[in-house]
């Protein structure tokens, strides 16, 4: 039997590019906050006063791991969690100043980050490449809802 061309494998090929940010992440952004923190960060900064579930939503990440996520932030001191005043068995969710300080820092380092990992594309490249890995992964997202038939993804 023959070796297959794990190039033509789009799961090979994501999980190289991964390793790649991850490494460059670790690097160039923060050994302390990972990329799905940032996330959560960015998000808070966009949605001050979210629910725990709706970042995760926001972010495309699982309950479990949202709620990981959270706390380690939590625990950092990067952000807060209130009671919702109109549901008391909510939590909104807040950064603090430390958090405002740590996301402004880390966009800056992102944007760097972000210049390297995309250097060997020309802008018009960058932006094909960012239009089909969109499409991509918002098909994978509809694979976890069983809900809606891959057909209706067109």
Avoid: C
Avoid at 117 to 132: C, D
């Amino acid at each position: 039997m023959a070796a297959v061309d794990l190039a033509t494998h789009p799961g090979h090929l994501a999980r190289r590019l991964q390793q790649a940010h991850y490494l460059l992440w670790n690097t160039m952004v923060s050994e302390e906050i990972t990329s799905p923190q940032f996330a959560v960060l960015n998000a808070l900064v966009a949605e001050p006063g979210l629910d725990q579930r709706t970042v995760g939503e926001r972010v495309g990440l699982d309950r479990s791991t949202i709620a990981e996520v959270i706390s380690r932030l939590g625990r950092r001191g990067l952000l807060d969690k209130v009671r919702d005043p109109q549901d008391g068995r909510r939590f909104l969710l807040r950064l603090t100043e430390d958090g405002v300080r740590t996301h402004r820092k880390l966009t800056v380092r992102t944007a760097r980050m972000n210049q390297v990992f995309l250097a060997p594309l020309s802008p018009a490249e960058q932006t094909v490449f960012f239009e089909l890995i969109q499409r991509v992964a918002d098909a994978a997202e509809g694979l976890r809802n069983p809900a809606e038939p891959l057909a209706a993804q067109g």
